[in-house]
Nanobody, 114 residues
Framework: QVQLVESGGGLVQPGGSLRLSCAASGIIISVNTMGWYRQAPGKERELVATITSGGNTDYADSVKGRFTISRDNAKNTVYLQMNSLKPEDTAVYYC????????WGQGTQVTVSS
């Protein structure tokens, strides 16, 4: 019913860029604060960035100045532009609602390696 499908991950060299997409179906996300999360092997899932229904954004200190979260409500989609990628950004990236019950998808793998 409700699905959040992440895409856009891949293998990239340090300093490179990727744009992740999160396409929602079965639910309209326009009124919700959305977030991007990531989980590296052996580590807990962490919140990376959020965007409110009004377009206000917030970022984890580790990605400030490098990542940009955005949304296109007409497309029911949230994006994460990732620039100046570092090896420590390697993780599975997920999108989800910031509040309320989470609806975790499969995520998309981002690997930063030379």
């Amino acid at each position: 019913q409700v699905q959040l499908v992440e895409s856009g991950g891949g293998l990239v060299q340090p300093g490179g860029s990727l744009r992740l997409s999160c396409a929602a179906s079965g639910i309209i996300i326009s009124v919700n604060t959305m977030g991007w999360y990531r989980q590296a092997p052996g580590k807990e899932r962490e919140l990376v960035a959020t965007i409110t229904s009004g377009g206000n954004t917030d970022y984890a200190d580790s990605v400030k100045g490098r990542f940009t979260i955005s949304r296109d409500n007409a497309k029911n989609t949230v994006y994460l532009q990732m620039n100046s990628l570092k090896p420590e950004d390697t993780a599975v990236y997920y999108c989800n609602f910031r509040w309320g019950p989470p609806r975790w998808g499969q995520g998309t793998q981002v690997t930063v390696s030379s």
